[in-house]
């Protein structure tokens, strides 16, 4: 199984390194959507389906605080869960961010297993990035 990821920082260098790392990490992409900032982000979504966002939280125009603000009031978007990756250490800026809705939570610089674990429980995959009812028997089913 592959997934969208949407990456949101605004050094390109950065989002090329994050999608590097995600992908030595073994997570599987099908399709990696970038974007700059939050204004970004949420253009991009208008175009395109995630199954989940790795976010910056200073950027400009409109940064990553701004962004899941932007993202819970929307009906479609509000349950698309958003890892944040930032060189914050601040636990009050991580408090912030976890009231504001974040499922995760990586500090620079990180490591390709942090990166695989942490989409996999932000996910709900297994370790092997698949679903527990993806071990199920087809044969149970009548249709």
């Known amino acids: 199984m592959s997934f969208n990821v949407l990456i949101v920082d605004d050094s390109n260098s950065m989002r090329a ?20 900032n939050g204004k970004e982000a949420l253009e991009a979504l208008t175009d395109n389906w995630v ?20 993202l819970k009031k929307d009906n479609l978007l509000k349950d698309i869960p958003v890892i944040m990756i930032t060189t914050e250490s601040s636990e009050k800026r991580m408090q912030d961010a976890f009231n504001l809705g974040v499922k995760g939570f990586i500090k620079k610089p990180f490591l390709p297993e942090e990166i695989r674990k942490i989409l996999y429980e932000v996910i709900g995959v297994n370790d092997e990035g698949t679903y527990e009812e993806d071990r199920g028997d087809d044969e149970a089913f009548d249709f």
């Open 17 to 36: 390194v994050i999608k590097k790392i995600i992908s030595i990490s073994g997570f599987k992409i099908d399709q990696c959507i970038e974007a700059v």
């Open 51 to 70: 199954d989940v966002i790795m976010s910056d939280i200073n950027m400009p125009e409109m940064n990553g605080f701004e962004l899941l603000k932007r």
